[in-house]
T-cell receptor, first 112, second 115 residues
């Protein structure tokens, strides 16, 4: 079945260091991949999503590249900020579908 | 206003009693969703409305009901709450039925505790 795997439940790092949150997926068809971010006591919000033309989506310093060969869509940022501390969900969907399949989420904690 | 509003934010219910959660949006979105989120688990889609058509997921079909009296409002109804229903319930909406072409907006959620 279709699924998303986020292997890290918690990632803790120091401000200024690079961020990489892992996301791999299993899918019968070519999916669209998303990253959602949820700050404490806030609603989950779309951070970025994959493009059909293989462009690399970027937002707020974060970027992710869809690698179909390895079924991955890892989230990266060159330098973590304290305000990046949040829960990050990787998710997938299909062009003809309302359903989004979420991963379990990765809690990112950025320390001074 | 791109917010999805959920009321109440916290709800306490007794085992065996009904529960009704409310969600609203003023973006004129065609699709509204309900997700259940338990600690350390992925948000799980329970059901969604596309316009007036209700789609319920197969594994939760009998546990949850919903109504959408107009475009802006959508409710989630539990007829008889059990302890396993304790979770965060997230409502969301999107402009059309194809996720890839639109953004999904989430509410902050209602935390339901069943005792």
């Amino acid at each position: 079945g279709d699924s998303v795997t986020q292997t890290e439940g918690l990632v803790t790092l120091t401000e200024g260091l690079p961020v990489m949150l892992n996301c791999t997926y299993q899918s019968t068809y070519s999916p669209f991949l998303f990253w959602y971010v949820q700050h404490l006591n806030e609603a989950p919000k779309l951070l970025l999503k994959s493009f059909t033309d293989n462009k690399r989506p970027e937002h707020q310093g974060f970027h992710a590249t869809l690698h179909k060969s390895s079924s991955s869509f890892h989230l990266q940022k060159s330098s973590a900020q304290l305000s990046d501390s949040a829960l990050y969900y990787c998710a997938l969907s299909f062009n003809s579908n309302n359903r989004i399949f979420f991963g379990d989420g990765t809690q990112l904690v950025v320390k001074p | 206003d791109t917010t999805v509003k959920q009321n109440p934010r916290y709800k306490l219910a007794r085992v065996g009693k009904p529960v009704n959660l409310i969600c609203s949006q003023t973006m004129n979105h065609d699709t509204m969703y309900w997700y259940q989120k338990k600690p350390n688990q992925a948000p799980k889609l329970l059901l969604f409305y596309y316009d007036k058509i209700l789609n319920r997921e197969a594994d939760t079909f009998e546990k949850f009901q919903s109504s959408r009296p107009n475009n802006s409002f959508c409710s989630l109804y539990i007829g008889s709450a059990g302890l396993e229903y304790s979770a965060m319930y997230l409502c969301a909406s999107s402009r059309d039925r194809t996720i890839a072409n639109t953004e999904v907006f989430f509410g902050k959620g209602t935390r339901l505790t069943v005792v």
